[in-house]
């Protein structure tokens, strides 16, 4: 018989949960949750939205997993308190890991309601802490740390022995330096390159992309350089 699974969430993470649960097969999905105040209808995904404090009511922790799927609002501090609420509720955590990737059989540690999408590198002795999420084609070196909270966008590379802090949010295309110590609360933004450590609430933003049009002679020098024309 397949585990019930409650999805916290009735927004776009949650529709993703969903679908990848749902692919996975390994729950019954029975409900979504959220918190009364963000209902605004009775279903989502053609399943019952139940309210955060009436769930242990109709969906009792022995025989229902938990799900959270929140965005990063306010730097994933909704989803750490959250997580928070619903593990002293007594629910067991359920964790999406995508068989699409490489995992190293030699994981030091993984947490607690991971959301881990399809085309991940994550080699041997890397730990992921509680509540993060992955989203698709990242690079997670040798010996790293994602700590509790943190969301890592799409292609990622987090090098070797890295330290990435609680609640950091990796945007799109960042890398990490090997040795890195990343502080919490970090917002490392698109196409950002971190070479040193950051202390806890840095910002890191890369410079825009310069776009020279088609009439400009340094535009036109470099097309000629690269393609030869």
């Keep these: 018989m397949k585990k019930k699974l409650i999805i916290f969430g009735n927004g ?18 029975e409900a979504f949750c ?8 009775i279903k989502f995904n053609n399943l019952p939205i139940i ?19 929140l965005s990063y609002q306010k ?12 593990q002293a509720k007594n629910y067991n955590f359920a964790s999406y890991i ?13 947490g607690k309601n991971l959301f881990i999408l399809e085309n991940q590198t994550i080699q041997n002795n890397v730990e992921i802490h509680d509540n993060v999420m992955l989203w698709s084609g990242n690079h997670i070196g040798h010996g790293s740390i994602i700590n509790s909270h943190a969301y890592i966008s799409s292609h ?18 960042s890398s990490i330096a090997d040795f890195c110590k990343i502080g919490d609360d ?40 690269f393609f030869k024309f």
């Design 186 to 225: 970090c917002f490392i933004g698109m196409g950002s390159n971190i070479t040193s450590n950051l202390k806890s609430g840095s910002t890191a933003v890369s410079k825009n992309t310069e776009i020279f049009l088609e009439d400009n002679r340094i535009g036109k020098f470099i097309k000629n350089k």
């Design 156 to 173: 990622v590379v987090v090098s070797g022995y890295c330290s990435i802090g609680k609640r950091c949010f990796l945007g799109v295309n």
């Design 75 to 86: 730097l994933n501090t909704t989803r750490e308190k959250k997580f928070n609420e619903i």
């Design 98 to 110: 995508s068989k699409k990737s490489y995992i190293s059989k030699n994981i030091n540690k993984f």
């Design 51 to 69: 309210p955060f404090n009436e769930i242990e009511n109709k969906y009792s922790p022995e025989n229902n997993d938990f799900h959270l799927a």
């Design 34 to 41: 959220v918190d009364k105040e963000f209902i605004k209808e």
């Design 12 to 29: 776009e993470i949650a529709d993703m949960a969903f679908y990848y649960f749902k692919n996975e097969n390994k729950y019954k999905i």
